[in-house]
C-alpha cells in the first residue's frame, strides 16, 4: 500500500534544467518531513534538499543552493526537486524518502539512517 515513485529524471546538458517529482501512495506526505538524496557512482548516499511536513521549512546541500528548489503539492501528494543550472556532478540516482520524524528540516535533517522508506530512485545525467 505504501508507495514513493520518483519520475522526472533524464539526460540534459550542463545548464539545463529538470524538475523530479515523488509522488506517494499509501499515506500523506503532509504528515512527514521529505527529503532528496542522490547516489553518483562510487559515492556516498548524499542528502539534497529537505522539506518539512507543513512546507514552511526547507534545506539544502551547500553545492545545490542557489540552483535546487524544492517544494510541495498536498493536493496531489507530490514533492518536487526543480534543479537548475546542472552540471556534470549533479549525475547520480535521485530518491525521495520519509522522515521518521517531523520539525528536522531546520536542523540535522541529512543523515540516511533518518529516513524510513524510500522510492526507487531516478537517474539524472547531465552531459553534453
Known amino acids: 500500500q505504501l508507495q514513493l515513485v520518483e519520475s522526472g529524471g533524464g539526460l540534459v546538458q550542463p545548464g539545463g534544467s529538470l524538475r523530479l517529482s515523488c509522488a506517494a501512495s499509501g499515506f500523506n506526505l503532509n504528515y512527514y518531513d521529505i527529503g532528496w538524496f542522490r547516489q553518483a557512482p562510487g559515492k556516498e548516499r548524499e542528502g539534497v534538499s529537505c522539506i518539512s511536513a507543513s512546507g514552511r521549512s526547507t534545506n539544502y546541500v551547500d553545492s545545490v543552493k542557489g540552483r535546487f528548489a524544492i517544494s510541495k503539492d498536498d493536493a496531489k501528494n507530490t514533492v518536487y526537486l526543480q534543479m537548475n543550472n546542472l552540471s556534470a556532478e549533479d549525475t547520480a540516482v535521485y530518491y525521495c524518502?520519509?522522515?521518521?520524524?517531523?520539525?528536522?528540516?531546520?536542523?540535522?535533517?541529512?543523515?540516511?539512517?533518518?529516513?524510513?522508506?524510500w522510492g526507487q530512485g531516478t537517474q539524472v545525467t547531465v552531459s553534453s
Open positions: 524518502a520519509v522522515n521518521y520524524q517531523i520539525n528536522t528540516c531546520g536542523g540535522i535533517w541529512y543523515r540516511r539512517s533518518s529516513y524510513a522508506f
